[in-house]
């Protein structure tokens, strides 16, 4: 598993700097710059593939920095639960080591990960939208469970409304 730590050393012992810039959005998905600029590490180059759709519930996201995948977004329609969610992706995450975050939605948080389950409707499909963070920086386990626990309810919120995801009435 690449370890964000092995883009943080160059020469001298100093640690790497950003050279790249930081991205507008998140995978599509407009939320504050504050929230995710944390988990992208020091690099040099950055490549975004994919984003979230504005017309299909199931889509996906990755981020690379000087080659190696550091973010992987998905957003998935209705069916994943945060058990399901566990599973797919990078990672593989157990639930029981997972961390819940409170808010208005089913969240759940591990050191690379964080996963949201909500209710709202997508039209033409069955009700719930899921989203899935996963991030190999900061290595700190700490620092990554709390910057991803932040992220989580606003970057759900934002996808939601980003593929018409009603909350049910």
Avoid: H
């Amino acid at each position: 598993m690449f370890t964000a730590g092995a883009l943080s050393a160059c020469g001298g012992g100093e640690p790497k700097e950003r050279s790249y810039e930081l991205p507008t959005d998140l995978c599509g998905v407009e939320v504050d710059q504050d929230l995710y600029d944390p988990i992208f590490p020091p690099g040099d180059d950055i490549d975004i593939s994919g984003s979230v759709s504005r017309e299909f519930p199931l889509s996906g996201c990755t981020v690379e920095v000087d080659g190696e995948e550091v973010i992987n977004l998905g957003t998935f329609p209705s069916g994943y639960d945060l058990e399901g969610l566990v599973v797919i992706g990078p990672y593989q995450n157990d639930l029981d080591e997972g961390e819940e975050v409170p808010g208005r939605y089913e969240m759940m948080v591990w050191p690379d990960a964080v996963f949201a389950v909500s209710d709202c409707v997508v039209p033409r499909y069955a009700p719930g939208f899921s989203v899935g963070l996963w991030a190999t920086y900061p290595d700190d386990e700490d620092d990554s469970r709390r910057i991803l626990a932040d992220l989580i309810e606003p970057l759900t919120a934002s996808a939601a409304q980003e593929v018409g995801c009603v909350e049910p009435e």
